[in-house]
């Protein structure tokens, strides 16, 4: 059961169709940019997160190293309170 569409139909349906694709297009554009902004970020959290082990490594360390050779420390101390 097919209908013969008039020019004035066709039309109407082409320009919906480029009207909807116009659509997806901006919001792929939109999608792709935000991705990619995404991924900015991921990496310089990435980035701030070895940084961050790194530090706290160093300090572990320190922290060990200090432990076998040095006094204790007053701020190691436990109040009485406690």
């Known amino acids: 059961m ?40 991921l990496e310089k959290l990435e980035h701030i997160s070895a940084l961050m082990r790194e530090r706290l490594r160093d300090q572990h360390q320190s922290l060990s190293n200090s432990d076998s050779t040095a006094t204790p420390r007053p701020e190691d101390d436990v109040p009485p309170h406690y």
């Open 2 to 41: 097919t209908q013969a569409l008039s020019s004035a139909e066709l039309y109407q349906r082409l320009e919906t169709l480029e009207t909807r694709l116009a659509y997806q297009e901006h919001w792929l554009d939109t999608l792709d940019h935000a991705v990619a902004q995404q991924e900015r970020r």
